[in-house]
């Protein structure tokens, strides 16, 4: 191989990426309301906590009060990129939730919008080009109380007007836009497994509500809707500003553990269930057929309409992957999801 065939292509851009959840802190300040993930990881007297330490996002890293010194950093590693997600609930005041009712939209927080466009500012002078994240999983719990979330079709509209909040605010800067980081991981641990926010699982040991059986087909289906027409008002209303709109999916690679046709197919299952879920409607216009297959009327079904929005909606494919899994086919009944080894949702076969 020669070396050339090693080198990253022109305009790669080299960075890191974070998650604001994961590294701000300061929850309360410059009129942030709650997440999910506040919710979460403050539970009430009668729940156990779902953090093994008992911590909490409340202090993390303090990116918020720390990111000039985040921003040090950056530079010092020759970073030409830093993708940041934003706080919905740190850029829409929710603080008068209480009023308002499904198909009501909430105001702009003009203080959380000059916090992040100070950054992103701040990031483009030093050169290190900004890539925004919509949504990195920190739903806001104002959503959550007036109509569940993204189990309420309500979530698209309200996720289409942050989108467009964040677009007009900071799209003559940032160029490269992310609508959701990984929705799997949303729908699967968030409102299946239920150790992710909200935490809605079957297991009644942790939680009290939640469906795993249902439950995630409908917020994976409202996730592709939400990026869709997020993407739709993008194109239509910010094409002026030349950027780039994607959505980021996690997915591991997926080996056969031989050359048996039913372990090779049993591996293709897994792909369908992982990237095949999202990246089907998103690239070719359709729910891969196993899916369906396996799901029957729990898969939910997008019109005509929708679907006409939801085929391209990504200029890019974006992928984070982390390992491979082997797989085999598996004969075991109930908790076999996709007849394979590696199990990704207990409760398809049900």
Known sequence: MADSDLRLPQGFLFGFATAAYQIEGSPEAVGRTPSIWDTFTHPGPNRKHPIADGSSGDVAT??????????????????????????????????????????????????????????????????????????????????????????????????????????????????????????????????????F??????????SAVGDSSTEPWIVGHHLILAHSYAVKAYREEFGIQGGQIGITLDC??????????????????????RAGWFADPIYKGYYPASLEKMLGDRLPKFTAEEISVVKGSSDFFGLNTYTTNLVRKCYCS????????????????E
């Open 197 to 206: 926010a909200p935490g809605r699982t079957s297991n009644r040991e942790r």
């Open 334 to 349: 109930r908790h076999s999801v996709t007849n394979l080894a590696y199990v990704s949702f207990p409760s398809v076969n």
């Open 62 to 195: 303090d990116s918020f009060n720390r990111w000039k010194e985040d921003l040090e950093l950056l530079k010092s590693y020759g970073a030409k990129a830093y993708r940041l997600s934003i706080s919905w609930s740190r850029v829409i005041d929710f603080s008068g939730a209480k009023n308002k009712k499904k198909g009501d939209r909430d105001p702009i927080n003009t203080e959380g919008i000059k916090f992040y466009r100070t950054v992103i500012e701040e990031l483009a002078r030093n050169g290190i080009t900004p890539c925004v994240t919509l949504y990195h999983w920190d739903l806001p719990q104002a959503l959550h109380d007036r109509y569940e979330g993204w189990l309420d079709r309500e979530i698209v509209n309200d996720f289409m007007h942050y989108a467009k909040v964040v677009f007009n605010a900071y799209g003559d800067i940032v160029k490269n836009w992310i609508t959701i980081n990984e929705p799997w991981i949303i729908s699967n641990l968030g409102y299946n497994f239920g150790n």
């Open 252 to 273: 591991p690679w997926y080996m056969p553990f031989d050359d048996k046709p039913e372990n090779v197919a049993a591996a293709q299952r897994a792909l369908d269930t």
